[in-house]
C-alpha cells in the first residue's frame, strides 16, 4: 500500500514541479524532504485561479516535507505537505499577450495531467498545504495610459 501512495505522490509532484525525477523522492518512512523546487507556473496560474492578465514567471519552493499519516489511517487523515518558503514572481502581460495566452494556459495544464480521476487524483485531494512564508513580487508593464496624459 506504501508503495502505491508513493507513486501517487510522485505523479502529483511530477503534476506541480518543472523538473522533477523518481531519484529526487525519497521517503523515509513516512517522511519525504525536498528542496530547491522549481513550480510548474501554469499549474500555480490555473489552481489559483490569477487573472490572465498575470503571468508565473517564476515560483520556487525552499524546502518542502510531505508527511504520509499511517496506512491504517490514510482515509481519515491527510497527507500534510509543509513549505517552509514559497517566492513567486507575477508579471503583468501585454493586452496583445492575454488573447494568445489563455489558450496555453488551459492547454498545457490539462496535457500535462492527463484525463480521468484516479487514485493519484484522490491522494491529491486530500493533502493539507501548509505555507509558511510566501514572497510575492508583481512586475508590472507601467500601468495603463491616460489619454491627454503626459509620456
Not at 10 to 16: A, D, I, P
Request: proline share 3%.
Amino acid at each position: 500500500m506504501e508503495s502505491i501512495i508513493a507513486r501517487a505522490l510522485e505523479y502529483t509532484l511530477k503534476y506541480w514541479l518543472k523538473s522533477f525525477s523518481r531519484d529526487q523522492f525519497k521517503l523515509q518512512g513516512r517522511v519525504a524532504q525536498l528542496s530547491n523546487l522549481d513550480i510548474n507556473g501554469d499549474a500555480l496560474h490555473a489552481s489559483l485561479g490569477l487573472p490572465l492578465s498575470l503571468n508565473v514567471s517564476t515560483a520556487r519552493v525552499g524546502k518542502l516535507e510531505i508527511t504520509i499519516p499511517a496506512v491504517s489511517s490514510i482515509q481519515t487523515e491527510p497527507i500534510v505537505v509543509q513549505i517552509d518558503r514559497l517566492d513567486v514572481v507575477l508579471e503583468e502581460k501585454f493586452d496583445e499577450d492575454n488573447d494568445l495566452s489563455s489558450s496555453s494556459v488551459h492547454s498545457s495544464t490539462s496535457s500535462v495531467k492527463g484525463s480521468g480521476y484516479g487514485f493519484a487524483d484522490k491522494i491529491a485531494d486530500g493533502m493539507t498545504v501548509e505555507v509558511r512564508t510566501v514572497n510575492l513580487m508583481l512586475e508590472t508593464r507601467g500601468g495603463a495610459r491616460v489619454p491627454g496624459g503626459s509620456s
